[in-house]
């Protein structure tokens, strides 16, 4: 049985949420639990990025920081106000993981569509619009339709949207999907300057180097429940020593030999060879150097986000939850 997490709630919190689960009924009556006593929190002005493999629950969490779906039980505040509530949702904007666009529109016209269901005022759409669609990298002036864009382009219209009204949380449901590198790098820029600018930005995504590059904190989920939770450089700064030797031209007895033993990968033409044990390095080292091998170079291995994603995702203990399923709520 998982600890449950009950973090400190800091001064300042937009977004509270303390023992959340979320229980639905098969159509053959089972109860199943689709998040079990989840609890984190973010800070106003903060990056936070939420983890986990297909199915773990990220979405549902996301759906209840909406108020698009109502908890089993526990309890949670959005900006100060009640989940779900009308001046909560006012405040946020969102980007889910596979939005829908009426795509005989051109951006602008979806953006107009957009700006009169919040309520931005008609006087102050033109201009809104425009510097919105500047900031995603899509041209103010194109009529094109949308049937007509990439799925990156989507993406961004997706984004422009979401912050459209200038909303002080932001929530992104695997926002980086279907963006090249180019594309990518762009969207961060944006969350950073969201960020200086005050926002709050809650994200979930698969792409763990941007996950490490943008947040302070992260919440782990593995089968609804919350493996992890905390500062992105506490999570790294946990101890962990190895090291890698980068060689070429190793000879294959020992390509095989340290293959079996699980110690080496092969990249290219180069093959790198990790020693846990401190001790073992020199000697690790002078094999290869009496091979006849090239020694590229010896390093430290620094812990990274995706090692302790992992380690969480296929460690952690068992669960009674399952993954996507048809249902109905648990009353």
Not at 137 to 163: E, F, T, V
Request: charged share 25%.
């Amino acid at each position: 049985m998982i600890e449950r997490i009950r973090p400190n709630v800091p001064q300042g919190s937009a977004l509270e949420l303390t023992d959340i689960s979320k229980r639905f009924r098969t159509s053959w009556g089972k109860r199943v639990e689709v998040l079990t006593h989840v609890g984190f929190n973010v800070a106003q002005g903060t990056v936070y990025g939420l983890l986990g493999p297909n199915g773990a629950g990220k979405s549902t969490t996301l759906k209840i920081v909406l108020g698009l779906m109502k908890p089993s039980g526990g309890e949670g505040r959005v900006l100060g106000e009640p989940l779900g509530s009308v001046a909560a949702r006012q405040r946020i904007g969102f980007l889910p993981e596979n939005p829908y666009f009426y795509d005989y529109l051109s951006a602008r016209e979806f953006l107009d569509t957009c700006a009169s269901l919040t309520g931005l005022p008609r006087q102050n759409r033109r201009a809104r619009i425009d510097t919105t669609l500047e900031r995603v990298g899509l041209d103010p002036g194109a009529g094109l339709r949308l049937r007509k864009y990439s799925k990156g382009m989507l993406q961004r219209i997706g984004l422009a949207q979401a912050i459209l009204h200038d909303p002080d949380l932001l929530i992104l449901d695997e926002p980086m999907s279907g963006l090249d590198p180019i594309g990518r790098r762009q969207v961060r820029d944006l969350i950073l300057d969201l960020k200086r600018e005050g926002k709050t930005i809650l994200f979930s995504s698969h792409i763990l180097s941007d996950v490490e590059a943008l947040c302070e904190r992260v919440g782990i989920l593995v089968k609804g429940e919350l493996r992890r939770e905390g500062r992105v450089a506490d999570l790294l700064g946990e101890s962990e020593h190895r090291y890698e030797i980068e060689t070429r031209n190793l000879p294959a007895t020992l390509i095989r030999q340290w293959k079996e033993k699980g110690w080496i990968r092969e990249s290219g033409d180069r093959i790198l060879l990790t020693v846990q044990d401190p001790e073992d390095l020199g000697e690790r080292v002078q094999q290869v150097l009496r091979s006849g091998a090239t020694l590229l170079a010896v390093k430290p291995v620094h812990r990274s986000l995706e090692d302790v994603f992992l380690h969480h995702a296929e460690t952690g203990p068992p669960s009674t939850s399952m993954g996507p399923f048809v249902g109905r709520e648990a009353a």
